[in-house]
């Protein structure tokens, strides 16, 4: 599931499209306002509420946080569908990826030298495995996606949609699908590739309210069992 969304590029609905985003910040504003010491006492649906505010409405000091989202990747299915294409004679192939993950923001507190990660919610993520990005719908030159949310669902919903190429995918199969039980696979969306998708920003595009991506990272990490254990309580509570 994701937002559809339309963005033909002319002012007046640049215009739209910035009011209906400030309507969507103002029913989050309350929440993103909260200073982060509360974020411990928050639940998940109002830490993606606070994640989403500050991102739109106080991106500079936000960033001093180096906030990174982490979606720890819970399932996987691969979809490979044969159409038509637009010239005769000839059909295509195309090839996506569904995941379902868990997601969480960490931030790093330089005064105090220490980081903390928080659920933010569950989410699913939809990539066309392409080498050029997706038509429908299209995204900017260099972008790799956005991140929306359904803050009307529960628990917290977040959708993530994108591309990767086809060299990424070739990388990415063996560990997504490596019958190890201690392997794990995660989406990294760091602080300095994620932007409001709003005036002033008009590399990226996506619904109203919603966040542009740049760069997707995929991070596989393999621990012993026990180790694993520990350090996944540690670094990603669930």
């Not at 929306?148 to 949609?161: A, E, G, M, R, T």
């Amino acid at each position: 599931m994701r937002s559809e969304y339309n963005h033909k590029f002319n002012p007046d609905l640049v215009e739209m499209n910035e009011k209906l985003r400030k309507d969507v910040m103002r029913t989050l504003e309350n929440y993103g306002v909260r200073p982060f010491s509360e974020l411990p006492d928050m639940t998940e649906a109002e830490r993606s509420k606070w994640f989403f505010w500050n991102l739109h409405e106080n991106l500079d000091n936000f960033r001093k946080l180096e906030p990174t989202l982490i979606g720890q990747i819970m399932c996987t299915q691969t979809t490979v569908s044969e159409g038509q294409s637009m010239e005769p004679n000839k059909s295509v192939m195309e090839k996506r990826l569904a995941l379902t993950c868990k997601w969480h923001i960490r931030l790093v507190y330089s005064a105090f030298q220490n980081e903390e990660a928080h659920t933010i919610g569950e989410g699913s993520v939809d990539l066309l495995v392409s080498d050029s990005p997706p038509l429908n719908p299209s995204l900017r030159k260099n972008q790799k996606g956005y991140l929306d949310s359904d803050n009307s669902l529960y628990p917290n919903q977040l959708f993530l949609y994108g591309w990767v190429s086809e060299a990424v995918w070739d990388e990415l199969k063996q560990h997504l699908y490596s019958p190890s039980p201690n392997c794990q696979t995660d989406i990294l969306l760091r602080d300095n590739y994620v932007f409001p998708v709003k005036a002033g920003f008009d590399f990226v595009v996506g619904p109203p309210g919603s966040i542009g991506i740049t760069n997707l990272e995929f991070r596989v990490s393999s621990y012993s069992g026990e180790r694993r254990t520990s350090r996944r309580s540690e670094t990603l509570p669930r």
